[in-house]
């Protein structure tokens, strides 16, 4: 079969993409479309790549991801950026319907930031499917909504009401958002938001690849077209196939680690953090500290006794060496912790990260570290109650157990002899 598979450039939405692809490479033909900055990273994983858009729109993007400052549910922060897609959205568009012109694949697998190639494929008569790292942004009728705080699950009439009217706000502010951009929504092949079922229309109504584990979410009833089928990481242990090689992290014999990490983004709470850090590293000696700024293009690797700042540490190669991990909640490192059985301390800063935190600290797998003046007693309190993450070794297993479940290859197969 042929299947395209279809991401940004970003890390949290391209490895998951070139995991899958690497998974189904060996039986379907496979090629990647993002833009041009991700090919370097396509080809090293050994696949075809195919580039859409130029280095404008790429800085458009740079822009919407990694924003001057945090954006979290803050509605003209979020209507800017959305704006701001909408615009290069229509121009990768235009570039898919280019490409497919004279070679359409028999399946579209996109990641859920880019909706628009499903309207085209839909649009084409070629079959789509969702990618989704973070299931918990998906709207259900019932359940706390996402983009809230990080809201845990009712435990009386009242939270259960103000939920209910929580969902209700999310649905009316994205309607709208979809007024006022209307034309372009249009043009793009969302006239509406939602469906007549009341699924979201961004989402493909065939097959939602969720690339997590039900386990760690809240109870709520998910979309018929949602399928949980665990998070696609590379091997533990390995390098990872498509990342550029860097130096290794210092590890010190007998000494116990501490990696911190904001992920590949959020560029405007980096320096903050490090000099947060550097000062737990003063105050806290007896610890060996690595802050990473998750860079992959840069080689910078800083060395000041117990403290290491580092460009880029590999989540799969070396997360299994530290006691512990300081993270902002992001997709990518909370499964890698998970896969892992690492005890977690999570920051979460914007976006989907707080609605991360509130579910690993529910299921017993991290702390939720609210407020950074608190960072020191977290880490004393982490190392000194290991009962804090007891839900670790049921997690990992469920993490297991649902990618051994459902390798991707035979639910392709297997769904496209059911497909319409």
């Known amino acids: ?29 496979v090629r990647v479309l993002s833009t041009p900055s991700a090919m370097a ?31 979290r549910n803050h509605p003209l922060r979020m209507h800017r950026q959305l704006r701001d897609a909408l615009g290069v959205m229509a121009r990768f568009a235009q570039a898919l319907r280019a490409a497919y012109a004279q070679a359409p694949p028999e399946l579209v697998i996109a990641d859920f930031t880019v909706p628009v190639a499903g309207t085209v494929a839909q649009a084409l008569g070629i079959r789509w499917w969702t990618s989704l790292p973070s299931p918990c942004v998906i709207e259900t009728p019932d359940g706390p909504p996402a983009y809230m705080g990080g809201l845990m699950p009712a435990a009386h009439a009242g939270a259960r009401l103000r939920q209910a009217l929580a969902r209700r706000a999310v649905r009316g502010f994205k309607r709208g958002v979809h007024w006022l951009h209307r034309r372009r929504m249009r043009a793009l092949g969302l006239p509406q938001l939602y469906r007549g079922d009341g699924s979201e229309a961004v989402y493909s109504p065939e097959r939602i690849l969720a690339l997590g584990v039900a386990a760690l979410e809240f109870p709520c009833t998910w979309p018929a077209a949602l399928r949980f ?3 696609r990481l590379p091997v533990s242990g390995r390098d990872t196939p498509w990342l550029p090689p860097r130096a290794a992290p ?28 550097r000062a737990l590293a003063a105050a806290m000696p007896e610890l060996e500290f690595h802050f990473t700024d998750g860079d992959v293009t840069a080689g910078h690797h800083e060395h000041s006794g117990n403290y290491q700042r580092l460009a880029h540490v590999d989540y799969a190669r070396w997360v299994g060496r530290y006691d512990l991990v300081v ?9 890698r912790c998970l896969a892992e059985a690492r005890p977690a301390i999570v920051c979460p800063q914007d976006y989907d990260q707080f609605d991360h935190a509130a579910r690993l600290q529910h299921a017993g797998a991290a702390l939720w570290l609210r407020d950074l003046d608190g960072l020191e007693a977290a880490v004393r309190r982490a190392f000194a109650e290991p009962s804090l993450f007891a839900g670790l070794p049921a997690l990992q297993a469920a993490v297991r157990a649902c990618v051994a479940a459902h390798p991707l290859a035979e639910l392709v197969e297997c769904d496209g002899d059911t497909a319409p």
């Open 327 to 335: 993270h902002h909640g992001g997709a990518g490192i909370l499964y």
């Open 1 to 29: 079969m042929r299947i395209d598979l279809i991401a940004p450039p970003y890390s949290g939405h391209l490895h998951p993409i070139l995991a899958i692809a690497r998974e189904l490479a060996p039986r379907h033909a």
């Open 41 to 71: 990273q396509v080809a090293r994983a050994g696949l075809a790549g195919v580039p859409l858009l130029d280095a404008d729109a790429e800085r458009v993007l740079d822009a919407i991801s990694d924003p001057r400052h945090a954006v």
């Open 250 to 277: 210092v590890f010190v014999a007998g000494r116990r680690h501490v990696l911190v990490t904001l992920g590949t983004h959020l560029r405007w709470a980096k320096n903050a953090f490090d000099a947060r850090v």
């Open 229 to 231: 089928v665990g998070p």
